[in-house]
């Protein structure tokens, strides 16, 4: 059965760190690129960040040098470490294998003072 269950989301101050992570399923992270996703409330859904199987990484404009998506081969695990948080960056995080239909459930990151 194919998994993807994040963990790592919470209430943070402005300028505060957190890491989220993915735990996924062997049978798709040993394929598949993966990625971070996030949903503003009234905002589209929009793509944080993503990372190779080879770990070449790719990050959205608004998240370059604050963020930092990194994956764990061994534990099938896929992480997003969170510096400098902004009011901006709050919303549910999601993650991904990339180009397909494997979501996680989601996790809410909140920035707030």
């Known amino acids: 059965q194919v998994q993807l269950v994040e963990s790592g989301g919470g209430l943070v101050q402005p300028g505060g760190s957190l890491r989220l992570s993915c735990a996924a399923s062997?049978?798709?992270?040993?394929?598949?690129?993966m990625a971070w996703y996030r949903r503003a409330p009234g905002k589209q859904r929009e793509l944080v960040a993503a990372i190779t199987r080879g770990s070449s990484t790719n990050y959205a404009d608004s998240v370059k040098g604050r963020f930092t998506i990194s994956r764990d081969n061994a534990e099938n695990t896929v992480y997003l470490q969170m510096n400098s948080l902004k009011p901006e960056d709050t919303a549910v995080y999601y993650c991904?294998?990339?180009?397909?239909?494997?979501w996680g459930q989601g996790t809410q990151v909140t920035v707030s003072s």
């Open positions: 991904s294998a990339l180009g397909t239909a494997y």
């Open positions: 062997r049978s798709i992270f040993s394929i598949y690129s």
